[in-house]
C-alpha cells in the first residue's frame, strides 16, 4: 500500500510539500529518540539550512536500514534566522495524525539529501506496517549495548518502559555516568536492595542520583546540565550477588578511570 493511499494528499498538497527523510547529523537514531521523548516538532524546527521552503512537510524518521516511521504532516508557518541556524515555525496538521508513530514505510535512500520533493518520491513510499500502537521507547538491546543520555532515560523510566525495566530490575553492578561536556566520569553501583532500575530511576527523577560529585556540578551549573550526562554498564552482577563484591568491582574501575582524580567520584 502506497502512504498517500493512507494520506490521501491532494495534488496541491503534494506539490506543495517537502518530504524531510529525518536522519541525524552525528547518530541516525537522534531524530527517533528525539521523536520517543515528544520532542521531534522542535528538533525538526532547527534547521542549518532554508530546507522547507515549501507550504507542506511530509515528516520521514529513519527507523533501521530501508525503513522509516510516518512523524506526520507539517505546516511550515514562517522561519527565521539565529545566528548559525534557521529556525522554522510549524504547525502539525490533522492528516494523518491517527498514524503517527505508527506507520512503518519501507524505502530504500541511496542518495545523501534529505529533504526532497514529494511529488518525486510519495508513489515510491509502500507502507509494510501498521502498528496498534504508537511506536515508543527502542526496546532493550542488550546490557553490552546500554549508551543512552539523561532525557532518554528519563522518558524511559517515566514511562516505564516495559522491555527496560524488566531487563534493569533483574541485575546489579557497575555503571559509568560520563558528562559530554568535558569527558569528566562517574563511576557508581547498584547493590543490596537496589537494583538498576531503581538506581538509575533516582537519576531520572533527580539528575544527579543523591552523589555527592554530581549534586555539586548540578547546584553549580544548574538542574539542566543533567541533559549532558551519559550513561552505560560496565559490569552486570546477578540480584544475589553479596554488596561486597559489588562494591569491590566498583573500587576497581574508579581506580582504572582515575575518577577520584580526575572525574565527579569523591570517595
Same mark, same amino acid.
Given at each position: ?150 532525557? *532518554?532515560? &528519563?522518558?524511559?523510566?517515566? %514511562?516505564? +518502559? #516495559?522491555? /527496560? $525495566?524488566?531487563? =534493569? ?5 557497575? @555503571? ?64 544475589? *550477588?553479596? &554488596?561486597?563484591?559489588?562494591? %569491590?568491582? +566498583? #573500587?576497581? /574501575? $574508579?581506580?582504572? =578511570? ?5 572525574? @565527579?567520584?569523591?570517595?
Amino acid at each position: 500500500m502506497n502512504l498517500n493511499t493512507c494520506l490521501q494528499l491532494t495534488y496541491e498538497q503534494v506539490i506543495n510539500t517537502k518530504i524531510h527523510f529525518a536522519i541525524g547529523a552525528s547518530n541516525k537514531k537522534e531524530p527517533l529518540l528525539e521523536f520517543f521523548k515528544d520532542k521531534f516538532k522542535e528538533w525538526q524546527e532547527y534547521q542549518n539550512k532554508r530546507n522547507f521552503e515549501r507550504t507542506y512537510i511530509l515528516s520521514l524518521i529513519y527507523y533501521c536500514p530501508d525503513e522509516w516511521l510516518f512523524a506526520g504532516f507539517y505546516r511550515s508557518i514562517s522561519v527565521s534566522e539565529e545566528a548559525d541556524h534557521f529556525r522554522y515555525n510549524t504547525e502539525l496538521l490533522p492528516t494523518g495524525k491517527e498514524l503517527i508513530g505508527r506507520l512503518i514505510i519501507e524505502y530504500k535512500k541511496e542518495y545523501r539529501q534529505s529533504y526532497v520533493y514529494c511529488e518525486n518520491y510519495i508513489n515510491d513510499l509502500e507502507v509494510t506496517e501498521i502498528m496498534r500502537s504508537k511506536a515508543s521507547i527502542l526496546p532493550f538491546g542488550g546490557y553490552e549495548s546500554i549508551l543512552i543520555d539523561f532525557e *532518554t532515560l &528519563k522518558a524511559i523510566v517515566s %514511562k516505564e +518502559e #516495559t522491555s /527496560w $525495566k524488566t531487563a =534493569l530490575s533483574n541485575v546489579k553492578g557497575v @555503571y559509568l555516568i560520563t558528562d559530554r561536556t568535558n569527558g569528566k566520569q562517574y563511576i557508581g553501583s547498584s547493590y543490596g536492595e537496589e537494583t538498576f532500575w531503581q538506581r538509575w530511576s533516582s537519576y531520572a527523577n533527580t539528575g544527579h542520583g543523591n552523589n555527592q560529585g554530581l549534586r555539586k556540578i548540578l547546584e553549580e551549573k544548574g538542574y539542566e546540565h543533567s541533559k549532558n550526562f551519559q550513561f552505560s554498564i560496565l559490569e552486570i552482577r546477578s540480584i544475589t *550477588t553479596d &554488596k561486597d563484591e559489588i562494591i %569491590k568491582r +566498583e #573500587t576497581h /574501575w $574508579k581506580n582504572i =578511570l582515575m575518577t577520584k582524580e580526575y572525574g @565527579y567520584n569523591e570517595n
